[in-house]
């Protein structure tokens, strides 16, 4: 899905920065073609200074997304959810990001997640990117506690897994 809409915005590399900005955050545009999140109206010059783009292109692309049958239900239902990803340090919790080669494989989450429970390990959140909408999708999972060594190497050696992280 993530291809299909970048290429109907093949011909402006300008806009596809600012799809792909919409798509990252979970920012979403409403009937009058402001980008909001949630119901809290985002400028379209913070948009546009993010991506490094003129305003002006942040409005072609908000009028492209309305006027296409396609686009248009996707981004207006498109939303954000909290992430404690960031909040992490904050809070003393370890993020485990897990890469894999096929993140269209089935049973990622599941084979992960299972080997940290099976240490008794209060998982506080998983966030799974989708493949369809982000190029180089990882699995996050945040964890109350710091993950013991024999974990990791257990969760490494999942055949599917191809690197991890911890923050």
Same mark, same amino acid.
């Given at each position: 899905?993530?291809?299909?809409?970048?290429?109907?915005?093949?011909?402006?590399?300008?806009?596809?920065?600012?799809?792909?900005?919409?798509?990252?955050?979970?920012?979403?545009?409403?009937?009058?073609?402001?980008?909001?999140?949630?119901?809290?109206?985002?400028?379209?010059?913070?948009?546009?200074?993010?991506?490094?783009?003129?305003?002006?292109v942040?409005?072609?692309?908000?009028?492209?997304?309305?006027?296409?049958?396609?686009?248009?239900?996707?981004?207006?239902?498109?939303?954000?959810?909290?992430?404690?990803? /960031?909040?992490?340090?904050?809070? *003393? +919790? =370890?993020?485990?990001? @897990?890469?894999v080669? %096929?993140? $269209?494989?089935?049973?990622?989450?599941?084979?992960?997640? /299972?080997?940290?429970?099976?240490? *008794? +390990? =209060?998982?506080?959140? @998983?966030?799974?990117? %989708?493949? $369809?909408f982000?190029?180089?999708?990882?699995?996050?999972?945040?964890?109350?506690d710091?993950?013991?060594?024999?974990?990791?190497?257990?969760?490494?050696?999942?055949?599917?897994?191809?690197?991890?992280?911890?923050?």
């Amino acid at each position: 899905m993530f291809d299909e809409i970048m290429d109907k915005f093949a011909d402006s590399p300008s806009q596809q920065q600012v799809i792909r900005l919409l798509l990252e955050r979970g920012f979403s545009v409403n009937d009058d073609g402001r980008v909001v999140s949630g119901g809290i109206e985002i400028p379209n010059t913070g948009i546009a200074r993010e991506v490094g783009v003129d305003r002006r292109v942040v409005d072609t692309t908000t009028d492209a997304i309305l006027d296409d049958d396609e686009l248009r239900p996707i981004f207006q239902n498109i939303s954000a959810i909290p992430s404690l990803m /960031d909040l992490a340090p904050v809070l *003393d +919790l =370890t993020v485990l990001t @897990v890469t894999v080669p %096929d993140a $269209e494989e089935s049973g990622i989450v599941a084979a992960v997640t /299972d080997k940290i429970a099976g240490q *008794d +390990l =209060t998982i506080r959140q @998983v966030i799974s990117e %989708d493949p $369809e909408f982000t190029d180089h999708p990882r699995l996050y999972v945040i964890i109350d506690d710091e993950l013991p060594g024999n974990l990791i190497n257990d969760i490494h050696e999942l055949s599917f897994v191809r690197r991890i992280e911890l923050a």
